[in-house]
Each structure stands twice: as structure tokens, then as C-alpha cells.
């Protein structure tokens, strides 16, 4: 079922979500509020949109056009609806397909800024694949993973734009080596706990296309309370 939800404290945006799929996490709302802006940001891709959080949020943060993919039509409709609600189809696109294919359509070297909330699980022989495949595509890279992100974004970023992954920190490595394969430098890394004194369950990484090397770690991000309530600094991305 279709339902109009407020996203967070965005400025009174709206977000269509169905209560059959995955609601929008708040791994969507860390990217963008992680991920490096500056005024000179023309053009901006968000992979692997969803119901389109993360273009959503980064209208707030830039004029830029947003150009954001989805590969899965039910999931891409709730996305266009969710930006044709807030009005802002001026400023993002979206476009259903899948990334692999459209990068040859795509722009050459004319993004500034890629972002991607991927899906989290490699796919092996013993993986338990969940039977729906919305959410089968969501979690498992079936038809998108770390090393075609990488290359997609080698492809279409301008010389030093910026690449912006959230990620889950046992694949980090797997997200270094890919960045460096594809001449992405590492720059910019921050893990969130969910709590203090717990392990980090999420990692923010940034690297720039051609980029000089120098990694600045920064401090952890802890997500929740020991009440269970989000943080200061959670809250401070609702405003």
C-alpha cells in the first residue's frame, strides 16, 4: 500500500513509500549529509535511487541538477511521484533503468558529485535470497555492485569529482580496492556506531576521481542515545 510520509524535517518535503517494500533508511539521510558540496556543483547522480531520499535531501543542500536511477519500475514510480509531490521536477530527474546500461547514454566526465546507498551483500552460493525481488535487488548485488560502481563513476565523473558511498564497514576493503582500481582516491572516511562503545554497523566513504592521495578518517558518528533516541548530531540533519 502507497502511503505519503514526511521526510524527516527536510523543509516540509514529502516522500511517497509502500508499506510492502523498504521505508527509506538512515543510511540515506548520512550520505548526503556526509558527502562534500560546494558552490561550484553543477550536476549530481544518485545510483540505485529508490523512492529518491537522498535527491530529496540534496535539494536542500544545492541548486544543482540531480539526475537520479532506479532500476526497478514500481520503486521508480514512487520516486517520481515523491518529486513531482515536493515540485521539484526542475531540478531532479528520474530516470528508470539500470545503471550498467545507461552509463553509455550518460554524459561523459560531467558529474560533479556520484552518490550511492548500494545493495550490502555479495552474492554467493550460500546466500538466502529473500523471495521478493524488490528486496532481493535492494540487498544482494544481483545487478549492481562495489567494482561497477567504481567504474561507472570513473566513467562519468569530471576529473576530481567526488564518488560518496554508504556502505557496511566488512566491505570496505573491498571499496578501497575498487576506488583505486578505477583512479579514485580514497579521501574522506567516517564510521557510525550505533550506540557508544558498540562496533561501527555503517561506514561513510568519499574519494575523488584522479584525487592526490590522503585519507582523513574522521571521528566516529554515533547514531543513537543510550535511551534508544537519535543523537545532536542526527538531529541536527532533520532541521
Known amino acids: 500500500m502507497q502511503v505519503i510520509n514526511d521526510l524527516l524535517g527536510y523543509n516540509k518535503l514529502k516522500i511517497y513509500q509502500d508499506t510492502d517494500m523498504f521505508n ?15 558552490k561550484n556543483v553543477e550536476n549530481i547522480l544518485d545510483i540505485g535511487t529508490g523512492n529518491a531520499p537522498i535527491p530529496l535531501i540534496l535539494s536542500t543542500k544545492t541548486k544543482a541538477k540531480i539526475t537520479a536511477i532506479e532500476i526497478q519500475k514500481e520503486v521508480y514510480e514512487l520516486a517520481k511521484k515523491s518529486v513531482e509531490l515536493n515540485n521539484l521536477q526542475e531540478q531532479i530527474k528520474i530516470i528508470h533503468g539500470d545503471i550498467n546500461i545507461l552509463k553509455d547514454e550518460l554524459p561523459i566526465n560531467y558529474f560533479d558529485i556520484i552518490t550511492c546507498n548500494p545493495p550490502f551483500f555479495e552474492v554467493k552460493k550460500a546466500s538466502k535470497l529473500n523471495q521478493s525481488d524488490y528486496k532481493t535487488i535492494a540487498r544482494h548485488e544481483i545487478t549492481l555492485n562495489i567494482n561497477q560502481i567504481c567504474t561507472i563513476a570513473k566513467r562519468l565523473l569530471k576529473n576530481d569529482g567526488i564518488l560518496g558511498i554508504v556502505h557496511r564497514p566488512e566491505r570496505l576493503t573491498d571499496i578501497l580496492i575498487a576506488m583505486r582500481e578505477n583512479n579514485i582516491e580514497p579521501k574522506k572516511i567516517r ?7 558498540e562496533n561501527a554497523n555503517t561506514v561513510l566513504i568519499e574519494g575523488v576521481l584522479n584525487g592526490k592521495k590522503g585519507l582523513n578518517v574522521l571521528s566516529t558518528l554515533i547514531s543513537h542515545n543510550p535511551n534508544g533516541e537519535y543523537t545532536d548530531e542526527i538531529k541536527q540533519y532533520f532541521e
Do not use: E, M, R
Not at 527509506?24 to 560546494?38: R, Y
Open 191 to 197: 564510521f557510525v556506531s550505533p550506540k557508544i562503545g
Open 24 to 38: 527509506f533508511s538512515l543510511d540515506s539521510v548520512l550520505l548526503p549529509n556526509f558527502i562534500t558540496i560546494n
